[in-house]
């Protein structure tokens, strides 16, 4: 390859019938712009002059571009049925594998002062302090090509006594250090308090504990957990436009002008709010309901389940490391964490220029797939909380590319295919985690109810198999009420009864 032919479009590796028919489908003017080259290791590769090609003709090419044919399948793999991936929410994919709690740079760095620091690390819960504070730090300054922003909301689910507090005072220590400790916040008691936060400061984090109190309110319908809702729905989808605040009621016209109602008439121009919440799983999922599951809220978040408290640490102070030190001081210096002073409200506030991050082509060529792939588990979905729960699968999967990108290089981030195949992994198999939760714990009503008690009793507490009398003690229900739950698990095929030499009934899950 000659310096002359620098920006890649595409590598086909050796397969030759591939890039002839990707060639076939170019349009004759655009292969006048494009150069393939065959390398030593006899490879193909395609590649345009330097600013030959607009963007729109570039995305034309890519669309042109079977990912199937890719050396390696464009890492990602079409999904298979449903009902062997889980995304029906019948299997279980168990918890996000440990090898995907890592972003090279700034993420795995404050990960490793967090776990070295705590009183009983959790590997996960570090990750989540981690990226969730990143996100914050990045807030309002970066953005991708298609607008999205590193805005996330992010439950991370541990048994009491696990360690859910210490990611939390790192990230208070690190603001405290670097001077952003006026855009931290711990809680938010309604949906006009939440705006009026972000009025002040844009760009917010606030870190949340007993997170499942906030799904648990929405069961009551209530105004005030209504308008929080509403707000937190709407500050996700914002951060690339002007959120439009709450109209106050008319004042008479002797009333004496507050200086902020102008401010809540112009709106929140792109708000930045980042929310770290946490929670044990079990009064979590327990706070779920359909409409919890279907109102849009939970399909934003990520959730990740850090399980019980490992084995005691060795608790200490010590300083953050030099780089992540740096690195939180100039995001707070060049970032957008300007807001309105308070002494004078009238004073302009300087809005922030978010740098576009670029991606490679082969990053766009797997975008397409994440889209093909979500979009299959969306059609595949056999109800509404499945759809629900798959429609922002694409959008939160590029999230996390954009902070995987920052993480590893924050003055010159580019999204990669290794970006887009992690932040997918991740997505795809909370979404399956989040869809077998909620078949174990989401009830019509009470009857379904006990049945999802019975399955998750032998699930956690008799590792898939219990005696008679075990499960009965643990259901707390009369003997007649229980005899028609296992009849219904029985029928159904998710339990088998295996008859006991000395009498009795053992209970076995089919699929544990």
């Known amino acids: 390859m000659t310096n002359e032919y620098t920006d890649l479009v595409v590598g086909f590796g050796e397969n030759l019938d591939a890039y002839a028919k990707w060639d076939a489908k170019v349009p004759t003017y655009l292969k006048q712009k494009l150069q393939p080259r065959q390398t030593a290791a006899d490879e193909i590769h395609v590649y345009a002059k330097p600013g030959s090609l607009s963007a729109i003709e570039r995305e034309h090419l890519l669309e042109l571009v079977d990912p199937k044919d ?3 399948g464009g890492g990602l793999h079409p999904p298979k049925a449903t009902e062997e991936v889980g995304g029906d929410g019948k299997r279980d994919p168990g918890p996000l594998p440990e090898a995907l709690l890592s972003a090279p740079g700034f993420v795995d760095e404050l990960m490793a002062h967090t776990l070295k620091t705590a009183p009983y690390p959790n590997k996960t819960l570090a990750f989540a302090g981690a990226l969730t504070m990143l996100a914050h730090l990045s807030g309002r300054r970066y953005r991708d090509k298609r607008n999205l922003r590193t805005n996330i909301y992010l439950i991370a689910l541990a048994e009491s006594g696990a360690g859910k507090d210490h990611p939390r005072k790192v990230n208070v220590n690190l603001a405290a250090a670097v001077g ?12 006009p308090g939440l ?64 200086p902020f109602d102008k401010l809540r008439a112009a709106g929140i121009r792109e708000p930045h709010l980042v929310m770290l919440g946490t929670a044990v799983p079990r009064y979590f999922y327990q706070a779920l309901s359909e409409r919890a599951l279907e109102n849009g809220l939970l399909s934003r978040c990520l959730v990740l ?42 004073a302009p506030v300087a809005m922030p220029e978010p740098m576009v991050v670029p991606e490679t082509d ?5 975008y397409r797939q994440v889209v093909a792939a979500a979009e299959a588990r969306y059609d595949a979905a056999p109800d509404t909380t499945g759809k629900a729960l798959w429609t922002r699968a694409a959008e939160k999967t590029m999230k996390l590319a954009l902070l995987y990108a920052i ?52 699930r956690d507490y008799g590792h898939g198999s219990l005696n008679h009398g075990q ?22 095929e998710m339990i088998v009864s295996h008859p006991l030499s000395k009498g009795g009934f053992r209970y076995s899950l089919v699929n544990l």
């Open 180 to 191: 952003l400790m006026p855009t931290m916040a711990d809680r938010f008691a309604s949906g």
């Open 70 to 72: 890719l050396p390696d």
């Open 362 to 366: 082969l990053a766009t060529v797997a």
């Open 195 to 258: 705006e009026d936060a972000l009025l002040l400061k844009p760009a917010s984090f606030f870190q949340i504990d007993e997170a499942d109190t906030l799904f648990k309110c929405l069961q009551d319908k209530d105004s005030t957990t209504e308008q929080i809702y509403g707000a937190l729905l709407q500050f996700f989808t914002s951060a690339d436009t002007v959120y439009s605040m709450r109209k106050k009621a008319l004042q008479s016209a002797s009333a004496k002008p507050n």
């Open 407 to 458: 993480s590893q290089n924050p003055q010159s981030p580019l999204i990669t295919p290794e970006a887009v195949r992690w932040g997918w992994a991740i997505v795809d198999h909370l979404t399956r985690r989040m869809l077998y939760q909620a078949s174990m714990y989401v009830a019509d009503n009470n009857f379904d109810a006990y049945r999802q008690k019975a399955v998750r009793y032998l």
């Open 471 to 492: 499960l009965l003690r643990y259901m707390h229900i009369d003997a007649d009420t229980f005899r028609k739950v296992i009849d219904t698990l029985t029928e159904s």
């Open 305 to 346: 389940e850090a399980g019980e408290r490992g084995k005691s640490g060795n608790p200490h102070y010590e300083p953050f490391p030099e780089r992540v030190r740096t690195a939180a001081e100039k995001f707070a210096r060049e970032g957008g964490f300007e807001g309105i002073d308070l002494a004078k409200p009238e």
